[in-house]
């Protein structure tokens, strides 16, 4: 993709992201960088260059009262918030805050949910201690995701077919929607083990356990620079990075510097494309 396309698309997630800042200060909601948006933060004080989107996380019960408070807030502006259950094509198990003045088709993705830049929110789900519990936790997740993925029609590729479909009907979608809470049944079913203190993204990307958070490192957090604003980081971000992309200070080969989701951006009535 083009530095002037990426550039465009970090301008609205940026955007995105001082309304979705303004909601959780205003409330007073816990929140933390994750991901690249993390790595980006620390390595590049603001978006990693070639990255083309923007991902945060909370803690399950700040994630439920964040969706319930922005069903109000965004009434009267430019967003869009997307979960499972305010867009019924949509089929993942996370909530994403969509700019409604953009348009975008994503790589490998396609499907009739609303389209548009954004930023990712994360809830963040306790985990068993047990490594043969946590193997059968994943993989119930996956099974619905594939199932729901299945009913919603996703793709990697369009084809002329899928075009010729005629939409979900009412018992398609209602499936669709059973499989919706089977999988945040199975998401949080620990959230109650007060013994437990790991929590983990388990829409995660990355391999099973790059991604675990303590409940000291989700506690003790800090602010570091994010282009012209700040976001909230775990202070041992260290040891996080670490786990994730070990020597995470060192650049990628330049071949593997590559923009992951957005294939098509739209917004101003102009088209833009990799």
């Known amino acids: 993709m083009s530095e002037t396309t990426i550039s465009l698309i970090h301008q609205v997630e940026l955007k995105i992201f001082k309304r979705f800042k303004q909601i959780v200060q205003q409330y007073e909601i816990p929140y933390i960088a994750m991901g690249g948006t993390l790595l980006g933060a620390v390595r590049h004080h603001g978006f990693i260059p070639w990255d083309d989107d923007m991902d945060v996380g909370m803690l399950r019960d700040d994630y439920e009262k ?19 259950w305010t867009d019924e094509n949509y089929a993942l198990s996370y909530a994403k805050i969509l700019d409604r003045n ?9 499907n009739n949910a609303r389209k548009g830049v954004f930023l990712d929110i994360f809830p963040l789900d306790k985990i068993p201690a047990s490594p043969s519990r946590q ?13 729901i993925y ?24 209602l499936a669709a929607s059973q499989f919706k809470k089977q999988r945040q049944q199975v998401m949080t079913q620990f959230n109650s083990k007060l013994a437990l203190t790991d929590f983990k993204n388990l829409a995660s990307q ?6 675990i958070i303590s409940q000291d490192q989700l506690e003790n957090t800090m602010a570091l620079p994010f ?20 020597n995470y200070l060192q650049l990628p080969p330049v071949n593997q510097r590559n923009d992951k989701h957005i294939a098509r951006l739209i917004m101003d009535n102009q088209e833009f494309e990799g």
Do not use: W
């Open 135 to 147: 193997r059968h936790q994943i993989i119930q997740m996956r099974r619905l995701d594939s199932r």
């Open 227 to 246: 282009e012209n604003t700040q976001i909230t980081v775990p202070k041992d971000f260290d040891t996080i990075l670490t786990n994730i992309y070990g």
């Open 150 to 173: 299945l009913k919603l029609r996703y793709n990697v590729i369009d084809n002329p077919i899928r075009r010729l479909q005629s939409s979900l009907s009412p018992e398609q979608i």
């Open 102 to 110: 953009t348009y975008i088709e994503e790589k490998n993705n396609v």
């Open 66 to 84: 964040f969706l319930q408070i922005c069903s109000a807030e965004f009434q009267n502006d430019s967003y869009f918030l997307q979960t499972p």
């Open 206 to 211: 990355y391999a099973y356990d790059k991604e």
